[in-house]
């Protein structure tokens, strides 16, 4: 079973940084697709940023475009979302996620199209 565990989160300024990162153990992440997503209170979860298993592909939110930027070190069997420039509307719980795609080169935004998740780390931005 892959289990997936966040760590990074934390209390930061407006205009600070954080990098995520998102360590996978039970098995090798070269096949799975990956993403980031986060949940404010009282807000539904949405998709952050994707990348796909080739790393060659990567999408992101518009409110996060030119921001945050998806990585992946498939030696390290870790994904990283290193998040510039934070609002405070960035605060939420941030979630890594994995799935399976059809292929190397796909990305998958969906929440409902991955099949593993971590337990979520807090990111709050506030001055």
């Known amino acids: 079973q892959l289990q997936l565990v966040e760590s990074g989160g934390g209390l930061v300024r407006p205009g600070g940084s954080l990098r995520l990162s998102c360590v996978a153990s039970?098995?090798?992440?070269?096949?799975?697709?990956l993403g980031w997503f986060r949940q404010a209170p009282g807000k539904e979860r949405e998709g952050v940023s994707f990348i796909s298993v080739n790393g060659g592909r990567t999408n992101y939110a518009d409110s996060v475009k030119g921001r945050f930027t998806i990585s992946r070190d498939n030696g390290k069997n870790t994904v990283y979302l290193q998040m510039n420039n934070l609002k405070f509307e960035d605060t939420a719980v941030y979630y890594c996620?994995?799935?399976?795609?059809?292929?190397?080169?796909?990305?998958?935004?969906?929440?409902?199209?991955?099949?593993?998740w971590g337990q979520g780390t807090q990111v709050t931005v506030s001055s």
């Open positions: 996620a994995a799935t399976i795609p059809g292929n190397a080169i796909l990305i998958l935004t969906s929440q409902y199209e991955y099949n593993y």
């Open positions: 039970g098995y090798n992440l070269d096949g799975f697709a």
